[in-house]
């Protein structure tokens, strides 16, 4: 299967959302490819991936099968080879952003999942479903083969987290 990113539109009440497979990233290959899902809101960051994602494809002015997933290469072009250089393009961009800060040594390309981790689990995720989602390394039963957190669950998680006190209850553990 080839790499993509949609918006759903047709799942009832999820949607909608961005959906996603990539098939080569940090820890993925082709053997462990990563689906991925976004809600339409996030109001805890202030983000809206729907809306953000369908903007950028029309400003940009991507045409369908192009290279959304490769990483800019300057005014050259893009690269079409797994892309290594991502946290120090981070870091620039920050210093770019925010010049008198002087805290730009404490964020890095890991820093958003690092982050979700960090907000999940006080909410009372587990820790299965918060590694399968972050697409952390775990070891894992033989069980756990035949499990992968359904995205129902994921797209739940993420657009409460922040929400007024705990929101999470036993029937959203995986």
């Given at each position: 299967m080839q790499p993509y990113v949609m918006v759903v539109r047709t799942?009832?009440?999820l949607s909608p959302y961005v959906r996603?497979?990539?098939s080569m990233d940090k820890?993925?290959?082709q053997r462990k490819p990563r689906k991925f899902y976004l809600p339409a809101e996030v109001p805890a960051l202030g983000l809206s991936?729907?809306?953000?994602?369908?903007?950028y494809i029309v400003a940009s002015g991507l045409p369908s099968g192009s290279r959304l997933f490769s990483a800019p290469k300057g005014a050259t072009g893009w690269h079409y080879t797994p892309y290594?250089?991502?946290?120090?393009?981070?870091k620039r961009?920050?210093?770019r952003t925010f010049p008198e800060a002087a805290d730009g040594h404490l964020y890095g390309s890991g820093s958003a999942r690092k982050s979700l981790g960090q907000w999940l689990w006080p909410w009372g995720w587990s820790?299965?479903?918060i590694s399968d989602v972050g697409g952390w390394y775990t070891p894992k039963v033989a069980m756990d083969l035949y499990f992968a957190t359904h995205?129902?669950?994921v797209l739940r998680a993420l657009a409460q987290l922040g929400a007024e006190g705990p929101a999470v209850t036993a029937a959203h553990w995986d």
């Open positions: 799942d009832g009440e996603g497979y990539l820890n993925v290959d991936p729907v809306e953000e994602l369908e903007d290594r250089g991502h946290g120090r393009a981070f961009a920050y210093a820790h299965r479903m995205r129902a669950t």
